[in-house]
Nanobody, 123 residues
């Protein structure tokens, strides 16, 4: 079971750092992805790190503004978000699994999910 935290209300241009922890053991052997879902929309890819090559991937909409990081000692994955925009408003989820390259940006590539954390960016 994963748990995302760190969401909140922030003004446009502000920053937030989301955290994702696991209650079922270490993250170290899993790829981890961040996704978000706005009201009435499908869950969309934000960022991920593929465990096999340690490459990080970002959606075009967040590239240059969001940063994925991992602290295995704390068993925590982070998503640092800066220059936030109202269109970043969504519930953010983290997922863990072993996606292949073609599924790294798809929710179906991840086997474990938890409750999300809500991010609201005001204009």
């Amino acid at each position: 079971q994963l748990q995302a935290s760190g969401g909140g209300l922030v003004q446009s241009g502000g920053s937030l750092t989301l955290s994702c922890t696991s209650s079922e053991g270490s993250f170290s052997g899993y790829s981890v992805g961040w996704f978000r879902q706005a009201p009435g929309k499908e869950r969309e890819f934000v960022a991920a790190e593929k465990i096999t090559n340690r490459n990080t991937y970002y959606a075009d909409a967040v590239k240059g503004r969001f940063t994925f990081s991992r602290d295995n000692a704390k068993n925590t994955v982070y998503l640092q978000m800066s220059s936030l925009k109202p269109e970043d408003t969504a519930v953010y989820f983290c997922g863990a699994g072993w996606p292949i390259s073609s599924t790294i940006s798809r929710p179906s590539g991840y086997r474990s999910w938890g409750q999300g954390t809500k991010v609201t960016v005001s204009s």
